[in-house]
Each structure stands twice: as structure tokens, then as C-alpha cells.
């Protein structure tokens, strides 16, 4: 089956992407994030995370982060999507890992800090009080970054072919490697989705939100906005059904498959 390149190259990245959908539809619902994949949590429009992006990629820019690697060290929620999403604005690479708790995971951390060599971290401030004095990396707060920062920010120069996020894998059997994505990864992928489950802007569509899987097994960062649809994120590290999102697309790792690889 052949799918329209005219459609898939709509888009030369994933900021123009979003820039549009919170221009033409500001209002309407982007993101829902389900605690315990039932209680409705936390909203975020297509215009609230666009603002929310632009005052982040202006925080990044104006510390010369653009073409540069930057960790992120989230737990569940949409303060993970403001983040990664911020990372694009600034044209950085964002480098997702699930933060350690505690002693645990820490050891993951320090060999993906160690290959990928990011110049910052993006947290939450709970979590840079942890992690601050073994972690030997710059950290940043998305919740304390001033928000009128969006006025400041500016389109970098990014197409098809920049580099959007790295991926690595859990490192439960072996060292984490990393997969590098472009944004024409990305809106590639999305466009498949799309067409293969017929998704438009009347869509609803539930995943897990990243945790403790690897992100590359969720579509739920970008999917979202490709289809201009409402996307309801589950926290993955309590797997209780989406029952009250009432979603007729359902995506989830299948662990049957991901045993085999």
C-alpha cells in the first residue's frame, strides 16, 4: 500500500505542525492525562501547549541550546509533553529518561549522560532536589520558567532532516543504546497511524504515557498533534484500563511481541 508523500510532507517539522494546529484551532483540546488511567488530571489545549513550548524553547535558546542534547527527567504527566515539545522549539535533541528513584535507575541515567553528553537537564523541581548532586549536569524547571518568555522565542531552523529527540532502550538486559529520530521520522510515522486507523480531528485516542517503557513503544508526544486530534495519556506505571475516557483508539505496547525482541 503506497500513502500520499503530498500529505506526509505537509509539514517540514513537528514546530510547524503544532504552530498551525494552535493557530487554527486554539481552543481545542489537545492533551488529557489520566492518573491511574481513569481520574482526569490534567488539560492542555493546542494553544496552551504552544505558548507553553515557545516560553520553554525561548528558556533553551537563550542558553545556546539549539542543536544540543537535553535530558529529561519526568515523571508521568504533561509536564513531560511541555517539555519535549519545548526541546523542539529551541531546535535541541531531547534525550527522555525515566527519572531515578532514589538509587534506582541512577546507573541508567549516568551511561545515557555519558553517550549522549547533554549540556542541561529539563525536571521538576522535587525531582532536581534528588538528583542535583550525583547527577554532574545543569538542571533546569520547566515550572519556573517565566511564561512571558514565549514573546521571546524565534522559529529555528529546522526541517525534515534535524534531529529530534534521542531513544534509548531500558537497559534492563543490556547497556541503554540510543536511536537517533528526526522530525521526518516522526511525521512520517504519524501519517502511517493516521491513515492506517483513520484518525482526524474528531479522534480521541488514549496510549501510555512514558514512564518506565522505553517512549519509542508510545506515539503519544507527537501523534496528537499530527492528526489534530484529543489525545487521553495513562500513566504506565499503574495499568488500570482507560475506562472513563471513552476512547475508540486505544494504543499500548504489546509485551507478548517486545518479549521476542
Known sequence: MSYSSERINTFDSLVRLLETRAADHPDRLAYTFLRDGEVEETNLTYGELAR?????????????????????????????????????????????????SRNRHLERIESIVS?????????????????????????????????ELAESWRAP???????????????????????????GNLLHNEELIRHAFHQN??????????????????????RTAHASATRCLIDCTRRKRASSARTPARWGPNYSNLARL
Open 201 to 222: 480531528e474528531h479522534s480521541i485516542i488514549a496510549g501510555w504515557l512514558p514512564g518506565k517503557l522505553p517512549s519509542c513503544f508510545s506515539p503519544s508526544r507527537s
Open 115 to 147: 553517550d549522549a553528553k547533554p549540556q542541561l537537564a529539563l525536571t521538576t523541581s522535587s525531582i532536581r532536589a534528588r538528583i542535583e548532586s550525583s547527577l554532574a549536569l545543569p538542571c533546569g524547571v520547566t515550572e519556573e520558567i517565566n511564561p
Open 157 to 183: 531552523h529546522i526541517d525534515h532532516s534535524t534531529l529530534a529527540f534521542l531513544q534509548y532502550t531500558s537497559g534492563s538486559t543490556a547497556m541503554p543504546k540510543g536511536v537517533m529520530v528526526t522530525h
Open 52 to 100: 507553553k513550548a515557545r516560553a520553554v524553547g525561548a528558556w533553551l535558546q537563550e542558553r545556546k541550546m539549539q542543536n544540543q542534547n537535553v535530558l529529561l527527567l519526568y515523571p508521568p504527566g504533561l509536564e513531560y509533553i511541555v517539555a519535549f515539545w519545548g526541546c523542539l522549539y529551541a531546535g535541541a535533541v531531547a534525550v527522555p529518561a525515566y527519572p531515578p
